[in-house]
């Protein structure tokens, strides 16, 4: 457990000049909208591809300079207003003792997934973050100094139900059935496994902000995989317990950090995840900014969500698609961002001209107000 003297982070921290991205989490007005893309520190980048060069992922994220290295590089080329620490959502089911590997051309691939209840005995269910994450955490306060108080620094995690299907699959899957099988086969097992990611999240997440993260983010990415009668019942209570528990133990000792939560394709839990506690609610590209607006009733700000696809438009294009993106969302209680991850081949230049296009149409459009 983490007391709350720990929660106080290092306190020479270079000042922090754009706090635009903070600004807006909380719904309070800014110059222009921020921006920041989910992936930014990715295989897009050349140098990222140079830097990853003939070493293994986890040994990677294991590093903390490595991981610092990769969080600025996205920084020296584009004006974004918020970088996202380097690491993997998998880090917490290795620090609860699976064996998770980056296999070239395959992806994360556990060697010995879950099969059955029984299995849950394998997994460490109290964890010592310090011990088993501190390598995260350690990254998180190198990049906090190194980043010169830029923008602000988001830390993260996987959300239960998503890391659960991964340690059930085995790796990712078109169906995630293996896991699904679980969630109507052995529904109370299913819920110690969420409720022990929970209490695991809780404290990485705490260790985080003690380390340095001004903003937390929390990826649902496989929510979409659920229909809305599990959803309310395996993701939802977690994604409230998570953020209300971080949220608690923060006002003890006087912090307030914006959560952001990100349950991709998950539609019909829209009007709930604007009413869990988080400051902001990322959304993927099948949601039309305005219909977004009206559900979540102005209770919370919202981050997204262009089609990462646009990105192989021409430049103009890009610009277009943006201004109607801004159009529809508003420029108050808005983070630009794509609706998903940016994939390898895209051109950096793209990324280069979607971060100028928010910039520019946004500050046109508060002008104008
Ligand atoms: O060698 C490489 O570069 C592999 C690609 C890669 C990268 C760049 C992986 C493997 N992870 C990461 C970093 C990463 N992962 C970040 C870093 C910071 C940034 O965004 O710039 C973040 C936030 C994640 C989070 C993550 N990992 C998610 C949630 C977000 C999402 O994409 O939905 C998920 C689902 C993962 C699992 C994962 N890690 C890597 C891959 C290829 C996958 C997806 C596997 C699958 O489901 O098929």
Redesign the pocket.
Same mark, same amino acid.
């Given at each position: 457990m983490l007391d709350n003297r720990s929660l106080v982070p290092p306190k020479d921290f270079p000042q922090l000049q754009n706090d635009t991205f903070l600004r807006a989490a909380r719904g309070e007005e800014t110059e222009h909208v921020p921006v920041w893309?989910?992936?930014?520190?990715?295989?897009y980048l050349p140098e990222?591809r140079e830097s990853?060069a003939g070493k293994d992922?986890f040994d990677?994220c294991r590093s903390p300079e490595a991981c610092c290295e990769l969080?600025l590089q996205?920084l020296r080329r584009f004006p974004f207003d918020a970088a996202?620490?380097? &690491?993997?959502?998998?880090v917490i089911p290795q620090a609860m003792g699976m064996d998770v590997q980056?296999v070239a051309g395959k992806?994360?691939t556990f060697p010995d997934p879950l099969k059955e209840p029984e299995d849950l005995q394998r997994l460490q269910a109290k964890v010592d973050v310090d011990k088993e994450l501190g390598y995260v955490f350690k990254a998180i306060t190198l990049t906090r100094h190194k980043i010169e108080g830029k923008v602000p620094l988001i830390g993260?995690t996987?959300a239960p139900w998503?890391l659960m299907s991964?340690m059930i699959e085995g790796?990712?899957?078109r169906t995630f059935s293996k896991a699904k099988r679980w969630l109507y086969r052995h529904p109370e097992a299913s819920h110690m496994l969420l409720r022990m990611l929970t209490d695991v999240i809780v404290e990485y997440l705490l260790g985080q902000v003690a380390a340095g993260a001004q903003a937390l983010?929390v990826?649902e &990415?496989?929510a979409g995989i659920l229909g809305p009668v599990e959803f309310q019942e395996f993701s939802l209570p977690y994604l409230r317990d998570i953020a209300r528990c971080v949220k608690e133990k923060l006002k003890d000792a006087g912090k307030d950090i914006p959560m952001i939560v990100?349950a991709?394709d998950a539609h019909y839990g829209l009007e709930d995840l604007s009413q869990s506690h988080y400051e902001v609610v990322g959304l993927d590209w099948t949601i039309d900014p305005r219909s977004a607006r009206e559900r979540t009733g102005g209770k919370v700000s919202l981050q997204g969500n262009m089609d990462p696809c646009a990105f192989y438009a021409p430049k103009e294009r890009i610009s277009d698609i943006v201004k109607k993106m801004l159009e529809g969302f508003g420029t108050r209680g808005y983070i630009a961002n794509l609706g998903?991850?940016l994939y390898?081949d895209m051109d950096p230049e793209s990324v280069g001209a979607f971060v100028e296009a928010v910039h520019q149409h946004s500050k046109q459009m508060i002008k104008q107000k």
């Open positions: 893309c989910m992936r930014q520190a990715g295989r990222f990853r992922f990677t969080t996205p996202i620490i380097f &690491s993997d959502i998998l980056m992806g994360p993260f996987g998503t991964y790796g990712g899957s983010q990826f &990415s496989h990100f991709k998903h991850g390898p």
